[in-house]
């Protein structure tokens, strides 16, 4: 099977503008998982989807947002794009128990 | 409030011994728990996991401990090998929110 892809893998964007990002899961799984990794912060969860439904949120302003389609695909979106955004953005699929991430995608916000 | 900790953000090793790395956790309604490796730039990789049922799993070189009462889980490494250096972190899964929650990681250097 092939792995969670996410495009694009770099992002170069400026403050004030929105981004959008996209994550294909393993085929079959349902969940999509969204992670912002920032030095020293670890994995910080944003939202999951299932099943086109945003399932669990995590604690970030409403400028990030989510959507999952019908073929489980996921795309997160960040509007208004803060110095402090910049980060490794990863996404991850599951099945059930266990995720498998993507590569991730780095943004930097200049 | 960080309910999952790795309160040691680096260990080096000398290749051949033994890694032992270590989480700790607060929520008790954590019922399954897995470890990954990262790699810069890269995804982190499922490695090994564990079900609260359970207080040790093994794959190869790769072991996990799970205490329950005293909320900690740990992963050994034998031997280590200098293709293990990287980043590692632990998570925890509450199986009725599905939520995971993540550490904040290890960075682990093998020595040759």
């Known amino acids: 099977k092939a792995g969670v892809t996410q495009t694009p893998r770099y992002l170069i964007k400026t403050r004030g503008q929105q981004v959008t990002l996209s994550c294909s899961p393993i085929?079959?799984?349902?969940?999509v998982s969204w992670y912002q990794q920032t030095p020293g912060q670890g994995l910080q969860f944003l939202f999951e989807y299932f099943s086109e439904t945003q399932r669990n949120k995590g604690n970030f302003p409403g400028r990030f947002s989510g959507r999952q389609f019908s073929n489980s695909r996921s795309e997160m979106n960040v509007s208004t794009l803060e110095l402090g955004d910049s980060a490794l953005y990863l996404c991850?699929?599951?099945?059930?128990?266990?995720?498998?991430f993507g590569p991730g995608t780095r943004l930097t916000v200049t | 409030d960080q309910q999952v900790k790795q309160n040691s953000p680096s260990l080096s090793v000398q290749e051949g011994r033994i890694s032992i790395l270590n989480c700790d956790y607060t929520?008790?309604?954590?019922?399954?728990f897995l470890w990954y490796k990262k790699y810069p730039a890269e995804g982190p990789t499922f490695l090994i996991s564990i079900s609260s049922i359970k207080d040790k799993n093994e794959d190869g070189r790769f072991t996990v401990f799970l205490n329950k009462s005293a909320k900690h889980l740990s992963l050994h490494i034998v031997p280590s090998q200098p293709g293990d250096s990287a980043v590692y972190f632990c998570a925890a899964l509450d199986s009725g929110t599905y939520k995971y929650i993540f550490g904040t990681g290890t960075r682990l250097k093998v020595l040759a």
């Open positions: 085929s079959g799984h349902r969940s």
């Open positions: 929520n008790s309604m954590f019922d399954y």
């Open positions: 991850a699929s599951s099945p059930g128990y266990g995720q498998y």
